[in-house]
């Protein structure tokens, strides 16, 4: 049984940084490029995070690049996301996901759809405050 469990969300002042974990059991970590999608209440699911299997290849929409930072360790079976600056339209649940094929270019965001993100976590909520 696949479960994927984020953690590391919480409160924060706008400017802020938060560290989010996604711990992943029942699938062979390494096999699977992962992303991470937050959501905001009425708005539309959002890929910020794109990395390869290796996590040598790394994607982020505009809308983060050079605040937010993806990173795994494949042998602790852990997703990373490092969150910096963080402003109050980060506000939103945000989930890993993984998939067998994802690759991480730019369009990757308008793309999701696209690619079998088959296996995703429960989310974990990241509150930012002005």
């Known amino acids: 049984q696949v479960q994927m469990v984020e953690s590391g969300g919480g409160l924060v002042q706008e400017g802020g940084s938060l560290r989010l974990s996604c711990l992943v059991s029942g699938l062979p970590l390494r096999d699977y490029a992962m992303g991470w999608f937050r959501q905001a209440p009425g708005k539309e699911r959002e890929g910020v995070a794109c990395i390869s299997w290796s996590g040598a290849s790394t994607y982020y929409p505009d809308s983060v690049k050079g605040r937010f930072t993806a990173s795994r360790d494949n042998d602790k079976a852990t997703l990373y996301l490092q969150m910096n600056s963080l402003k109050p339209e980060d506000t939103a649940m945000y989930y890993c996901?993984?998939?067998?094929?994802?690759?991480?270019?730019?369009?990757?965001?308008?793309?999701?759809?696209?690619?079998?993100?088959?296996?995703w976590g429960q989310g974990t909520q990241v509150t930012v405050s002005s």
């Open positions: 996901a993984a998939a067998t094929f994802a690759p991480c270019i730019p369009g990757w965001e308008t793309r999701v759809d696209q690619y079998d993100y088959k296996f």
